[in-house]
Structure formats: structure tokens, C-alpha cells
């Protein structure tokens, strides 16, 4: 058991049945930089090889794991615990969404606290005995006509929706590949240079539009956004066709 | 081709290898109400045999799914089309997390245009001539260090963020199973209950701090989120306290 405080919440895998998907639980969870597992009265005992296989890189999560014949033992330590459910139960308890649990969940880690979430084995789910156990329930909003995550899933969502709270990543960011935008003078000088070939090449046909086709054509360039690579193509392109008519 | 503006992206599985692959990630896409899949060149052809097992309920997904030979056909009707990739890739090209580039794709269906988001295939994903084919990037936020999202887990995730897109569920709901929060009054009433109680049990020794000890208990309990149920319950502990001390 850690002595400082945790950076992040456990993820307490109860009663899961098949080895397998403690191996892919363990997967998604370091997909999300979550390394903290703690295991209740897993069927199949501890260790377990099938885990282990499906884990592959992912290994380190399950060595790490602490394993506890009980609920109450696994979460002795823990000030503030979700549990992960698909559908209604007839207890009084607050319902979050994964955004705002782990929103909450990150709150509280930052206050020193421990948290846990609780994923239940993969046929049945958390049973109300183990829900009575936790703070808060965490309910995925899933299409109610078909919902179908199983294990590994539900502890994606919740690790992605953790990520997504430490906010350490940008919304939109832009792959410049080496080039830069391109400037309005190099924008200016490519509209002219196009407009001049196309006026070369008889483009602006009849006469009575060519105002108004210029116009959009000019309004096109000055609205994409271009780099300077791409205009040097562009040049590249009136000229080689210059090249191109000359050659006959 | 449905002539109706649609009300959800297509997601677009380009060049998909399993037959498994195809049927989770039509589960994955259900998921979230996603029913609009589109498949470019699927290796072992189609139908799929394999794929049908493996969706199950999701089995409408994959009979309504549009089979294109190439990306071009597939992606023909679309006005702005998202690339999912991992890693970085040597193009210009704006890069979006899942949650900016759900909420972009819904601003540009609200506005009527068809939006796709591609899926690459499950060994190396997408090749930079699909990418070239996208308006932008999808780059999922994951552990550089543990990156093993496979196909139908980022179906998965990004369904999610479509759906969060929606806002068609509220962050924190109550489940109140029968009963509803106590009001103030009957706060007051039980606070003065267990406070009496309390004095008469000789809790509030010693006498200089007694003052102090009937505060901190008062505000306790209007601080604790109560039901109704909860109240009665706990005005049934001190009658039941009294019953057991006048037993004797």
C-alpha cells in the first residue's frame, strides 16, 4: 500500500470472471496512464496466466495489482468511491456521468484523497450490496435500446474521461509537416499570377462575367488556408502549364 | 444513398481486415444510437460471415452499411470527412481531439452537411493517401508510452463523444428510489431531537465545551444530503436508544 498520495483513482476490478478481460481492463487502463488495479475475489484465483497473455504490454499494471478477498478490504484506504453501473437500482444515491465523476474524481486526488471506481464482474454486474459500499454511481449514458459495454469498455470510457480531466492536451492543434501559412502578400501574388494565366488561357468567357468570375476566384484563394508550400505548387502548376502550351 | 440530411456522422471502416473487427465495431457504433457505416474494401469481402456473429444485436448496422470499392466512392456525398490516426504523420493538417471534433461535426450537421470519420485498418491504420482525403485529423489523447487502442475501442470512444455531443443527458442526475430530500424544517426537527436526546444521554461533557459540541453536531446535520427515509430512520435509532435504556 502507497504511503503518498495518490496522483490518479484505483480502478477495483470485483469478482471479474474471466482472465482475459482482466488483461484487457489492464490494457485500457495504461492506454490512460492508469496504473493502480485493485482486484476482488477473482474467480479464477491469482495470479492468472490468461490475464497475464492478454495484458502483454500491459503487465506491469497486473504485477502491480493488490488483490482482496472482500470488498470493505480493497477499499479500507479509500476516502470516496464510484461505482460503474448500466442500469437503475433501487438505492438513494447521486448519478454522475463519467465527465463529471471524474471531474469530481480529480477534485478530490488533488485534495489528497484516494478514490476508487468499481467495475462489477462481466455477466451480472455490481451486485446493490456492493453499490451500498460506494459514495456515488457512475452510469455511462449508452443507447438504452442497446447497450452493450462490456468490461474492458466501461474501463476505457472511465480512463479516457480521467485523461480528458488533467486537460494536458490541447483541443485542436495544427501539423505544419515543416511549412508555414502562407502571407497575404504570397496569397496576392498567386491570385494575380492565376488570374493572368486564366485570362491567358481565355478563362473569362463571356466577357460580361469575367468581372464577377474573377472576383469569386480571387475570393476562393483568399479564403482557403494555404501555406507557403502549397502556393509554391501552385505556381508551379500555371507554370508547368505555360510549359505545357508552349511546347504545343 | 438516403436523400434526408442526416442526423449523425458515418463512420467509415476503410479497408478493415477481421470480420470480428467489423461486428464489434458496428456494436461499439449502436453503443451510442451510431447506425450510418460505411466499409471501403473490406478484406474478406461481403457480406461477412464472421462480422455478422460478432455485431449480434448490432446486425442492422451491417445490413444497412454502404460497401464502396475505394475511399473516393466512399466518402463521394460527404462535405467534411475526420481521420482517425495515432501518430503524427508528415501532412498539414489540423489535428482534433475526439471531444473538439464530435463537437465540430455536430455543428456541421445542425447546419445540414454530410460529416464521415475514418477508421483505418487494424494493423497500421490509415495511409497517408486516405489522410490526404480528410478535411482533418481525430488524434485520440493516449499514454505515448502505451498506445493499443484497437479498431472497435476507437469506434468506441469516439461514439462516446458523439453522444456527449448530443447533450441529451444530464451531467448528475439523483436516483431517489421512492423518497425526496428532507426539508429544513425537518432537519431542524431531528437536529433538536438528537440534540435532546444527546443532553439527556450526558453527551456533552464536559460543560465548557458543550456549546461547541451541540454546533458542530447541529451543523452536521445540515450539511448531510438527507431524505426523508433518512430522517424517520434516524428519529427510529433515538426512540429505539430511549426504549433500550428504559428496558433498564
Known sequence: MSVTPPTAPSFVLVRPQMGENIGAAARAMLNFGLEHMRIVAPRDGWPNPAAVA?????????????VSPDLPDALADCSFVFATTARDRDLTKPVYTP???????????AAGQRVAVLFGPERAGLENDDISRANAI??????????????A??????GYEWMRQQGNFTPVVQEMAGTDW?????IEHLAKH???RMEDAGFFYPEHKAASMK????????????????V??????LRQMVRWKERG
Not at 144 to 151: G, H, I, V
Request: aromatic share 4%.
Open 54 to 66: 492478454m495484458a502483454s504490454g500491459a503487465g506491469r499494471v497486473l504485477d502491480a495489482a493488490r
Open 99 to 109: 465527465e463529471a465523476a471524474m471531474e469530481l474524481a480529480a477534485q478530490k486526488i
Open 138 to 151: 457512475v452510469s455511462v449514458p449508452v443507447n438504452p435500446e442497446f447497450a452493450s459495454l462490456n468490461l
Open 153 to 158: 469498455q466501461c474501463v476505457l470510457l472511465m
Open 182 to 186: 502562407a502571407q497575404h502578400s504570397e
Open 194 to 196: 492565376y488570374e493572368e
Open 215 to 230: 472576383t469569386n476566384l480571387r475570393n476562393m484563394w483568399s479564403r482557403l488556408p494555404l501555406t507557403r508550400a502549397d
Open 232 to 237: 509554391q505548387m501552385l505556381h508551379g502548376t
